[in-house]
């Protein structure tokens, strides 16, 4: 019997929480049931603009229509290649109305990129931006599967035009129809296609690509679902509230955390294009909102605004950090300067759809006192998370190995991929790749990527725990530690820093720094300070490109 099976987690969660249950087979149910009840209230606000749930119902309808009388059939998949944008929610929501699955595209995206998604989803259709299809998205799609094409300007359904993040100026396009117009010119009912079940794909999510070339992993509606009322239910976000999109929504902690739950809930979610410090802060005084989740990059970067007061944050009831490790120094930093509110921590990946482990409300995560690792939550109800070894045996509580995920939220394998998905979720439990340990009361610790691993003298280095000493250091704003070759020990740490504005640190501070404060095989022999440290588009530092350009 697993040592796991007890799951000593639960006692973190009351006995409504724990409770199975059930949810809709998809988030598309839940925003038709909150469209007919409420199509005033608003479902999406944009800077000064917006639509309401009737609205929005409108629109994806059309759309829906539009795609079916373009030959878009169940089953066909849609690639959406947007920033937050109202027109994103339309193309989504019109997909699946259509009976068919929407491919998010990180709109950084450059040609190859793209192409390699486009041809490998064998996309039917394709939204993007005006200025992305001028540019060189029309001539990338030409070579590929595409045969339906809309743009969408981020400038439409809002009045305000804020030139930190939009551009003035339209550029339609005579080969590629604008997304609502073609919308409004095919208003009607939806089409005459069944209701998305369970099973049926709902997303095919590209990684990140950060360990490789990006596969398509299959959520399902029933995944997304799942993870979207979790949300909802285990947060108890009142039924008015706003819920901010600081996760881009092509991501997948966009996708669910923020979007899915919000339209699944009834709430609204509120969009500000892309990510910039001032606009956010803006966007959270104008709309208020209840929730929000992001990458601990970007809660540094609201830190480090002179402006941001702890008012901007006072509507919060609740504040989660996701998609990259979240130092304990942070966590005490964000503390301070919103009025004392708690940054909560969490883990998840595109394939277990968003979170499979999350701080409970009215708990703080714990550090570890040995590695000063913070711990990411415990999983949820109807979740289970096992610690394994390298043949797949189970490690006891306390002990490191590959953090293994089974449940409702796990998809059920890559697209197209019957090899790879059967060596990443063997009998449907995720092995993630990712190194942690689980103490004896249920929290979870990820120690770092198997694949980042430092060995040094032959001593392991987990560059996570370098890091985290890192940020310790006043004048520390972003550290990133790799491995790098070495002729004595094999292979010797090496960091990264970005410096907080107006603070000063020479490499050799803090190399003598992180000496102090651990092992002798662990300090790094090797500090370079940049002005920015590399990342996705969704905050995730990149450690592949600072090791290829270390040698």
Aim: hydrophobic letters at 45%; a negative charge; charged letters at 20%.
């Amino acid at each position: 019997m697993s040592r796991y099976a007890d799951q000593p987690w639960l006692q973190f969660f009351t006995e409504e929480q724990r409770a199975e249950t059930p949810y809709p087979p998809s988030v598309l149910h839940g925003f038709l049931a909150a469209a007919q009840a409420r199509p005033e209230h608003r479902a999406l606000a944009y800077f000064d603009g917006g639509l309401t749930y009737g609205e929005l119902d409108a629109l994806s309808d059309g759309l829906a229509r539009h795609l079916a009388a373009r030959g878009f059939a169940p089953g066909d998949r849609l690639a959406v290649m947007l920033q937050n944008v109202p027109q994103f929610v339309v193309a989504l929501l019109a997909a699946w109305k259509a009976g068919g699955a929407v491919v998010p595209v990180n709109p950084m995206y450059r040609r190859q990129e793209l192409a390699h998604v486009l041809t490998d989803a064998d996309a039917a259709a394709l939204v993007c931006s005006e200025r992305a299809w001028q540019d060189y998205v029309r001539a990338t799609a030409a070579s590929s599967p595409v045969r339906i094409a809309l743009t969408a300007c981020e400038l439409d359904l809002q009045t305000r035009d804020d030139p930190r993040v939009l551009t003035p100026g339209r550029l339609p396009a005579d080969d590629a129809q604008d997304l609502l117009a073609a919308a409004r010119a095919a208003a009607g009912p939806r089409p005459d296609v069944p209701l998305p079940a369970a099973g049926d794909t709902a997303l095919v999510s590209y990684t990140s690509g950060t360990s490789g070339r990006p596969k398509g992993a299959l959520n399902t509606h029933g995944n997304i679902s799942y993870n979207a009322h979790r949300q909802v239910r285990i947060h108890e976000l009142p039924p008015d509230a706003v819920i901010f999109a600081l996760a881009p929504l092509f991501h997948i902690t966009g996708m669910v955390c923020q979007l899915s739950a919000a339209l699944a809930g009834g709430h609204t979610a509120a969009l500000a294009y892309r990510f910039e410090p001032g606009v956010v802060l803006d966007a959270f005084r104008e709309h208020r909102p209840a929730y929000t989740v992001g990458p601990a990059t970007a809660f540094m970067a609201l830190l480090a605004r002179p402006d941001a007061t702890a008012e901007d944050f006072a509507s919060f009831k609740l504040i989660s950090s996701g998609g990259a490790p979240l130092p304990p120094a942070v966590v005490e930093s964000f503390r301070a300067r919103s009025g004392g509110l708690y940054l909560a921590n969490g883990y998840g990946l595109t394939e277990c759809t968003a979170p499979c482990a999350s701080v409970p409300p009215g708990y703080e995560a714990p550090v570890d006192p040995v590695s000063g690792t913070l711990a990411v939550g415990v999983p949820g109800p109807g979740t289970m998370v096992r610690i394994l070894d390298d043949d797949g045996a189970e490690l006891p509580f306390g002990e490191a190995g590959e953090i293994a995920v089974s449940g409702p939220m796990v998809v059920p394998g890559y697209w197209r991929q019957p090899a790879e998905s059967d060596a990443a979720i063997p009998g449907g439990e995720l092995h993630t790749g990712d190194i942690g340990f689980m103490d004896t009361d249920g929290w979870l610790y990820v120690v770092d990527r198997k694949k980042d691993m430092i060995s040094a003298s032959g001593f392991k280095v987990w560059p996570r725990e370098v890091e985290d000493v890192l940020y310790t250091h006043p004048a520390v704003r972003e550290a990133a530690v790799v491995g790098v070759p070495d002729a004595y020990r094999g292979e010797s740490v090496k960091a990264y820093v970005s410096l907080r504005p107006g603070a000063a640190a020479e490499p050799g501070e803090l190399i003598a720094y992180c000496k102090e404060r651990l092992a002798a095989y662990k300090y790094p022999r090797q500090v370079e300070v940049l002005a920015e440290l590399p990342k996705t588009a969704t905050g995730k530092i990149l450690r592949r490109e600072l090791k290829a350009a270390a040698g």
